[in-house]
């Protein structure tokens, strides 16, 4: 089945360390995006990419770096330098980044991280 | 730039009655409206989305929405609930020629039994 995977599920980390969410889709979408998602707030775009080895800031990527070297795969690492980075963390990807064609985002199941 | 707005955090509602749940959108540009359905701790589900053409959109689950473009509205409608439709639900704009998706804060829905 085509779709979007993200690991892992729930994640912990140590305040000061660095951590990559792992993101990889089978759709062979161009665009990829990573948000983040907090109670009450909606989701707000990190960064998001619409070819292989680009990707562009979003409006929250301070404390946050990607990469895309391959079609398939958009990781995102937390930073230490992320002051509250306790949040639930969504990967998604769009056939196309432009509007006005099939701009349908699907969505991956999503990691909760939790610093401790 | 484009924002949303919905604007009703928690929706209570009893099983098999309708329910409607709000979203106003501003943008400079001609957009393109979509809502999705979240469950705890899960991905967004796209339920559906206005591109153009027909104003009243249906899309899974018994869903249906209509563009207003006067109003700048895009409200979603469901005649009658169902416990399985408890679950947060989000509006969201693309203006045309625009890159991302902007959300809502999102609209807890309750049915209750």
């Known amino acids: 089945d085509g779709g979007i995977t993200q690991s892992p599920k729930y994640l912990f980390r140590k305040e000061g360390q660095n951590v990559t969410l792992s993101c990889e889709q089978n759709?062979?979408?161009?665009?990829m995006y990573w948000y983040r998602q907090d109670p009450g707030q909606g989701l707000r775009l990190i960064y998001y990419?619409?070819?292989?080895?680009?990707?562009q800031k979003g409006d929250i990527a301070e404390g946050y770096s990607v990469s895309r070297e391959k079609k398939e795969s958009f990781p995102l690492t937390v930073t230490s330098a992320q002051k509250n980075p306790t949040a639930f963390y969504l990967c998604?990807?769009?056939?196309?980044?432009?509007?006005?064609?099939?701009?349908?985002?699907?969505f991956g199941q999503g990691t909760r991280l939790t610093v401790v | 730039a484009q924002s949303v707005t919905q604007l009703d955090s928690q929706v209570p509602v009893f099983e098999e009655a309708p329910v409607e749940l709000r979203c106003n959108y501003s943008s400079s540009v001609s957009v393109y409206l979509f809502w999705y359905v979240q469950y705890p701790n899960q991905g967004l589900q796209l339920l559906l989305k206005y591109l153009s053409g027909s104003t009243l959109v249906k899309g899974i689950n018994g869903f249906e929405a209509e563009f207003n473009k006067s109003q700048t509205s895009f409200h979603l409608r469901k005649p009658s609930v169902h416990i399985s439709d408890t679950a947060e639900y989000f509006c969201a704009v693309q203006g045309a020629g625009s890159y991302q998706l902007t959300f809502g804060k999102g609209t807890k829905l309750s049915v209750i039994p």
């Open positions: 759709l062979n979408h161009d665009a």
């Open positions: 990419s619409q070819i292989v080895n680009d990707f």
């Open positions: 998604a990807s769009s056939l196309e980044i432009w509007a006005g064609r099939n701009t349908e985002a699907f």
